[in-house]
């Protein structure tokens, strides 16, 4: 089946995907071959939930995976599941939730592909205590252009294994994942929503909190300023006891169409966050969430990104180590908030330790800040040009996922190991982002 028109989540850098889509297993391999044949290379498609261009296919003709949908082998009394690469996150806790096992570790959408979610090497609102995803994962298929199918495991075809775990699907197409889940005493949440009137305030929070809890993560009000700088809501959560497991279907609304302009903009974002932190506050204290609001609150409305306008909009993430943290976030809101800038979403969270047996993984220990700028070429120019120097300065990094601006110099620098991922890389597989940033 052939597909077209297929774009990344934030339409920029706006370049429509066509390609194939594989149904069966068994037809994949050919048809990476056959592409590649035709076009010179292609790019495995997951569900387009990256932000940038890292999912864009340097020739526009990808393979899109999400046909290969079914599940292959469940063990529900060791949680281990293979499934193809082309289910969603959303799927395996339709059959896993009832069962009494969750995802170890899940972004903040449930419509991410198994397969993106390794290419990604993704994290979630508990990074401190699970690392990424790839730490879960126990094994998958590969399939290259030059050679037979590759089973990649800790201890099998290693470098294949470390190098596609955050490989932005560059060394081969992952057929199926197998995944081990984790189990739990509830899908829902017991949660503790806490204020905070600054960053400062943030910091102290979540490193007591982040401690005792599953799950913690913080939405700030970018547009703070002085001594309200970085005021904000953190959450902290931990699976209930009450034996309760559904996954409900949230109401879902949907955004029809993107109009010509974007509705985002500094007086809309200004009455938002002022908005939301005040009706967010007065619910600080205890609470109980099912899983889908906690981990999936956008996912309630269908197509959300179209309200930044048909010129689409960037998501700008990074981290940055414990050391510098304090003051690299100070000086990145202030030069923000002096903009006017902002972003509805700035979503703060503290990465932990763990370290991931992905090559070309994002997170490190210290904190990691993502915010949405619609897209405004030369004022996003300049903007991000200030940011990365403070990212820079400070010894973090910026999230490939996310990204459509890094400069080469910026990518290699922040991942040293990009020329391991090179000398493995398919030769048929060449993406957008990384033709961009290291060619
Ligand atoms: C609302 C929202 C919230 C998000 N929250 C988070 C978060 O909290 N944490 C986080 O880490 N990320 C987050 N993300 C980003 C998202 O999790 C990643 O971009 C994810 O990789 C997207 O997966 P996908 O299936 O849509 O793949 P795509 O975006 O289509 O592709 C992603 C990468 O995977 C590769 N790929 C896809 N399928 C395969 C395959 N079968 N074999 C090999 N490579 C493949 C592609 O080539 C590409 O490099 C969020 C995204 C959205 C839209």
Not at 13 to 33: C, F, K, M, N
Not at 50 to 74: E, P, Q
Not at 326 to 340: P, Y
Not at 361 to 374: V, Y
Request: charged fraction near 20%.
């Amino acid at each position: 089946m052939s597909v077209s028109k297929l774009s990344s989540w934030g339409h920029y850098p706006y370049a429509p995907q066509t390609g194939r889509e594989p149904g069966w297993r068994g037809s994949v391999q050919t048809a990476l071959r056959d592409s590649s044949a035709r076009f010179g290379t292609t790019l495995p498609f997951g569900n387009g939930r990256s932000y940038g261009d890292s999912c864009l296919a340097a020739t526009d003709h990808v393979l899109m995976l999400r046909g290969l949908d079914r599940f292959i082998a469940a063990n529900w009394k060791t949680g281990v599941v293979r499934a193809e690469a082309g289910v969603t996150l959303g799927e395996v806790l339709a059959l896993a939730v009832p069962r009494g096992w969750m995802l170890p570790v899940t972004p903040g959408t449930q419509f991410v592909t198994l397969g993106g979610a390794v290419a990604n090497d993704v994290h979630g609102k508990n990074h401190h205590v699970r690392g990424t995803f790839g730490r879960h994962v126990r094994r998958f298929s590969l399939l290259r252009s030059d050679c037979e199918p590759l089973e990649c495991a800790p201890e099998e075809n290693v470098e294949f294994y470390r190098a596609t775990i955050g490989g932005l699907g560059l060394t081969g197409i992952v057929e199926w994942v197998e995944l081990q889940l984790m189990p739990v005493e509830s899908s829902r949440l017991a949660t503790q929503t806490i204020p905070f009137g600054n960053l400062d305030e943030f910091l102290a929070l979540s490193q007591e909190y982040d401690a005792q809890h599953e799950y913690g993560v913080a939405w700030i009000d970018c547009l703070g300023r002085g001594t309200s700088l970085g005021r904000g809501i953190y959450v902290s959560a931990d699976h209930a006891t009450d034996q309760r497991f559904d996954m409900p279907q949230r109401t879902v609304r949907s955004v029809p169409f993107a109009p010509p302009w974007s509705p985002v903009n500094r007086f809309t974002l200004k009455l938002f966050n002022e908005f939301y932190y005040r009706r967010a506050a007065s619910k600080a204290g205890p609470g109980v969430v099912n899983c889908a609001s906690y981990f999936y609150p956008l996912d309630s409305i269908r197509d959300w990104n179209r309200l930044y306008g048909r010129r689409g909009f960037q998501q700008y993430q990074f981290v940055v180590p414990d050391g510098t943290a304090r003051d690299a976030l100070h000086a990145f809101l202030d030069t923000i908030a002096s903009t006017h800038a902002g972003s509805f979403l700035a979503v703060l969270k503290r990465c932990g330790p763990l370290i991931s047996p992905g090559l070309l993984s994002f997170p490190m220990q210290g904190i990691s800040l993502a915010l949405d700028f619609p897209q405004h070429d030369t004022r996003n120019a300049t903007l991000f040009a200030r940011l990365d120097a403070i990212v820079r300065e400070a010894g973090g990094r910026q999230y490939p996922a996310k990204d459509a601006h890094m400069s080469g110099p910026d990518f290699r620098a922040a991942y040293p190991a990009w020329q391991a991922l090179e000398q493995l890389r398919d030769p048929a597989l060449m993406s957008r982002f990384w033709q961009r940033t290291t060619h």
